[in-house]
Antibody, heavy 115, light 114 residues
Framework: EVQLVETGGGLIQPGGSLRLSCAAS????????MNWVRQAPGKGLEWVSI???????YYTDSVKGRFTISRDNSKNTLYLQMNSLRAEDTAVYYC?????????WGQGTLVTVSS | DIVLTQSPDSLAVSLGERATINCKSS????????????LAWYQQKPGQPPKLLIY???TRESGVPDRFSGSESGTEFTLTISSLQAEDVAVYFC??????????FGQGTKLEIK
């Protein structure tokens, strides 16, 4: 069964750092396009970042220079390192598989940036 | 960036009736190589992640009931639920993958039972 499980969310002060993890099962992250998508409380979906099969990475403008997407093939896990966090980064963060559309999503992990 | 605008923001439909949700793109998202529109639809039930329903504007994902269908006319797209069931209460989002990154979503349409 294809499954994604996110961990690492929590309450963090503005300016702080957090690393999210997304453990995959039933498929290999190294041969997939993997994304992070976030959803602020009561709001819509916002794509955040993607890592291609060849390791290329892309980000939405608001997180460039602050967030880093990566993967560990040996652990079959996707990561999102988030630095210099801001209140507007508060959201549920989902990992999702797909190069074009996203056919598999995790349950999400909540990140709250507040003092 | 391509902007997707959904309408309405919310709607209430009686059980067994037809529900129609619209998504308008600010630009053409037609992929010339396969003559298909690069648009997907997702369903998000309360407390759950989004679920892929339709891609290429009208191709139903495996396991999605056939009461869900997608259609297109130029840069306007429609998700139709032919006979609303109680379990279809959710927020529905469209998403374009023609110009990426960034991938962009519509703002969502909340569907309720009348």
């Amino acid at each position: 069964e294809v499954q994604l499980v996110e961990t690492g969310g929590g309450l963090i002060q503005p300016g702080g750092s957090l690393r999210l993890s997304c453990a995959a099962s039933g498929f290999n992250v190294r041969s997939s396009y993997m994304n992070w998508v976030r959803q602020a409380p009561g709001k819509g979906l916002e794509w955040v970042s993607i890592i291609y099969r060849d390791g290329s990475t892309y980000y939405t403008d608001s997180v460039k220079g602050r967030f880093t997407i990566s993967r560990d093939n040996s652990k079959n896990t996707l990561y999102l390192q988030m630095n210099s966090l801001r209140a507007e980064d508060t959201a549920v963060y989902y990992c999702a598989r797909g190069e074009l559309y996203f056919d598999c999503w995790g349950q999400g992990t909540l990140v709250t940036v507040s003092s | 960036d391509i902007v997707l605008t959904q309408s309405p923001d919310s709607l209430a439909v009686s059980l067994g009736e037809r529900a129609t949700i619209n998504c308008k793109s600010s630009h053409s998202i037609l992929y010339n190589s396969n003559n298909k529109n690069n648009l997907a639809w997702y369903q998000q039930k309360p407390g759950q992640p989004p679920k892929l329903l339709i891609y290429w504007a009208s191709t139903r994902e495996s396991g999605v009931p056939d009461r869900f269908s997608g259609s297109e006319s130029g840069t306007e797209f429609t998700l139709t639920i032919s006979s609303l069931q109680a379990e279809d209460v959710a927020v529905y989002f469209c998403q374009q993958y023609f110009v990426t990154p960034p991938y962009t979503f519509g703002q969502g349409t909340k569907l309720e039972i009348k």
